[in-house]
């Protein structure tokens, strides 16, 4: 389904792209020389614009974190990006993740804002998989005009978000592993 100029900007804000890298940094010694500027190179074919980096503003010894390290980055999409990235996710990212059966509706808050974990960022197809030596997540949020929950599911579907429905939670609820019963004590 292609996504219409006016329907996205009556719809959508802006779509905010994030990774979180502190656990990289923290265990290669050569961090910021060989791995970042390939994660930038990554992040930056996906959203399509050069990421902001986001540093630690505190130390943290167990977590051999050191106040200034950079623990990730993000974009914020908007326009002609925003629709773009939009489609492709939709499109090709969301069928391509692995056992993917729809966006459980739980992922919107009471402000309308979707987030979506994408833990693999190989899903996307700017990226080839055989290339890339670095392996991270994403987080999508996508944050409405429209305020309110249900206002906004309205919306994601509209726009062709893949949401899961009610019928289809109920399946994937009885399929789950039930709970371990206690072993019954004989009485004395």
């Not at 399509?48 to 106040?67: D, N, W």
């Not at 996307?124 to 055989?130: D, G, Q, R, T, V």
């Amino acid at each position: 389904m292609a996504i219409t100029k006016a329907t996205t900007q009556l719809g959508l804000q802006k779509i905010v792209v994030n990774t979180g890298i502190g656990r990289l940094s923290t265990s290669n010694a050569h961090f910021e020389e060989k791995m970042l500027p390939e994660i930038i190179a990554e992040f930056k074919a996906i959203t399509g614009q050069q990421p902001a980096l986001r540093k630690a503003r505190a130390s943290i010894a167990g977590f051999k974190l050191r106040q200034g390290m950079i623990v990730g980055m993000n974009a914020t999409l908007r326009g002609k990006r925003m629709r773009d990235f939009l489609e492709r996710l939709n499109a090709i990212v969301l069928p391509r993740v692995r056992d993917f059966r729809g966006i459980d509706p739980k992922n919107i808050d009471g402000n309308g804002n979707l987030t979506i974990g994408i833990k693999e960022h190989t899903a996307f197809p700017e990226i080839i998989p055989e290339n890339s030596k670095i392996d991270f997540g994403l987080e999508v949020t996508m944050v409405p005009l429209v305020r309110g929950r249900e206002r906004s599911i309205a919306l994601y579907e509209a726009l062709g978000v893949p949401l899961k429905k009610a019928g289809d939670m109920a399946r994937t609820r009885s399929v789950a592993p039930k709970a371990k019963s206690k072993s019954k004590r004989t009485a004395k």
